[in-house]
């Protein structure tokens, strides 16, 4: 990452998740759950859409002040964090879940 971007933001992270069906509501309830650790990791901005053309395919987004500020959320992952997003992740049908990041810096 080229160091000027470091300071740039906000920052929009987002998470593809390919579930089956039939898990819908309870990858809402686990994936409800993960919002309050995101925000206490200073994330805002939260939310989760669902694909109305893909069945089984939900978008989470948040946004983050920085670049800098994403990488100290990382540092941030309790145990007990870590279990909440594999608990989510489990959902996922195979491999795991696609994560980009786009980063304004107008």
């Known amino acids: 990452m080229a160091p000027r971007l470091k300071d740039c933001g906000p920052v929009l992270v987002t998470v593809e998740y390919l579930i089956q069906p039939q898990d819908r509501d309870k990858f809402l309830d686990a994936i409800a759950k993960l919002a309050g650790e995101r925000r206490r990791d200073g994330a805002f901005d939260w939310g989760v859409f669902e694909d109305t053309a893909r069945e089984g ?13 994403h990488l100290r959320q990382h540092e941030r992952v309790t145990h007990a964090d870590r279990e909440l997003q594999e608990s989510v992740n489990r959902f996922h049908v195979t491999g795991a879940p696609t994560v980009t990041h786009l980063i304004a810096c107008a």
């Not at 395919?57 to 500020?69: A, C, G, M, N, P």
């Open 57 to 69: 395919r939900f978008v989470e987004t948040f946004k983050v002040d920085s670049w800098i500020e």
